[in-house]
C-alpha cells in the first residue's frame, strides 16, 4: 500500500514565518487619502503596535512566540494528503498532494491567524477583539482564539451569510463570542446602509466598517479591531502551511512542485500555501503559482491595479491593490469567503511582478469539481475550497494531455460541512452560472477613478 498521508511530528513544525515583504522591495505601502504613506502610529486606535511592527516589517523570517505554537499544536502540523482517488479518476499522470487545514477547530486555515493575533492582542494588554467574518470561518476562528486566550469577541457576519449558515453563528456563540448580522443597528454606519439599501445582502466591506467603528470607538482603548485576511501580517501567519508542506514534499520524495494553487477570497490561505514557494521562484525555480477566484467577484482577472480602501465606508487606509471598487456589492453566491472587492497588497503585488497567474471560476464548475472531489477523496470541502479543486482537476487534465507527469500542490483551505445549503442548491439544480456583468463592474471601478493611481516598482521581471 502507497502511503497517503505524509505527516511530520510536533517538534518539526516551523519555528519561524516567511515574510514575503522582504523579498518583494516594490511592494507599495497603505498610504492616507492624502498621498502620504500611512505611520505606523496612524494605525494604532485600530491595530496594537506589536501586529502593526509585524505588518511593516521587512525581516525575512520572523519568528513564532512559543505560547503560540504550543496552541498551534492542538492541531497542527496538519497533514499533506495525495489525492491518490482523484489521480485515478482522472487517469492522470500528475502527482496531486494537498494541505488538509481542515482539521484544525474551527474546519479551515484561519485559526493560523486567529491565534497568532488574539495572542499578540493579549501581550499588549487588549481586552476586546471586533471583527468582521464572510463565510463565518474567520468569525469562528477568532471566537475559538479569544476563547482559548480570554478575550471578548464580537463578529458582524455578512447578512446574506447570516441567513444562509446559522451554525457558525452557534458555533461563535458556543466559544462565547457575540454575533450579529451586518449591516447593523449597532453602528452609524450600519444604520446608514441600512436607510440606503434596506434589502442588501451585505458585504464583508460593509462588515469591516462596523467592526472598525466599534473597535475605535471604545474610549477605554482596551478594543481593537482583528482582520481575518488582506493584510500583510494576517498573510505572514499563514505561512506556516507552506513551509510545512515544503517539509512533507521532501519526505514524499518530490523536489518540488510544478504548480502550486489556491483560492483567494483576500488572499490568505493562497499566500499561506503559496508565499514559501514563491521565495523559491523568485530565486530561479520554475512553478507556476495560481491564486483562483469566483467569476462573480473577479478582482484579479478582471479588475484593476489601484489604491483603493479595504471596507466600504472608507475608514481604512488605500491599499494598493487589484479591485472592483470599495462599493461593490458581490451577489449572493455560496462561497461566501471570496466575496471581497479586493485582493492583498502582497498577492497583487506578486500578480504585478508576473510571479503569480490568476484565473476565475464560475460556482457551477466549482461544485461539479467538489462533487467529484466528495465521491473520489470522500471528503466535502468547503465551497471556496472547490475553487482550487476545480483549478487542479483543470491542470490534471491538462498534464494528461500533455503526458507530462507534473506536481501539483493544493491548499484544502476548509471543510464544508456548515455549508451545506449551497449543495443542496447545486443538487437541486437551482444553482446557475454567474459572471459579473461588464456594466457593473464598469460602473463600481468608476467609483474609485479620482483616487491615486498605484504604480507598481518592479523587480523580478
Ligand atoms: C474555507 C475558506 N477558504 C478560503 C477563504 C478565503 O479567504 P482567504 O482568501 O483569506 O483565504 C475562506 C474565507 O472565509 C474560507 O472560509
Redesign the pocket.
Known sequence: MSEIKINLSEKEMPRQWYNLNADMPGCLPPIGPDGKVISPDQLAAVFPMNLIEQEVSRERWIDIPEEILEILARWRPVPLRRAKYLEEYLKTPARIYYKDESVSPG????PNTAVAQAWYNKKFGIKKLTTE??????GTALAFACSLLGLECKVFMVRVSFDQKPMRKLMMHVWGAKCVASPSHETHFGKEVLKRMPDTPGSLGIAISEAIEEAVGDKSGQTRYSL???LNH?LLH?TIIGLEAKKQLKIAGEKKPDIVI?????????A?IAFPFVHDKINGEKIEIIPVESSSCPKMTRGIFAYDFGDMAGMTPLLAMYTLGHQFVPPPIHA???R?HGMAPMVSHGIEEGLLTPRSVDQVQCYESAMIWAKTEGFIC?P??SHAIAVTIEEAKKAKEEGKEKVILFNY??HGLMDLAGYEKYLTGKLERYSLPDGELKKSIKAIEGFPKAHTKKAHK
Open positions: 474546519g479551515s486555515h484561519k467574518t464572510g463565510a463565518g470561518q474567520w481575518g485576511s488582506v494576517v499563514q489556491g483560492c483567494a477570497g483576500g488572499g490568505s490561505n493562497f499561506g461566501g469567503g471570496l471581497y468547503a471556496e475550497t483551505s476548509g
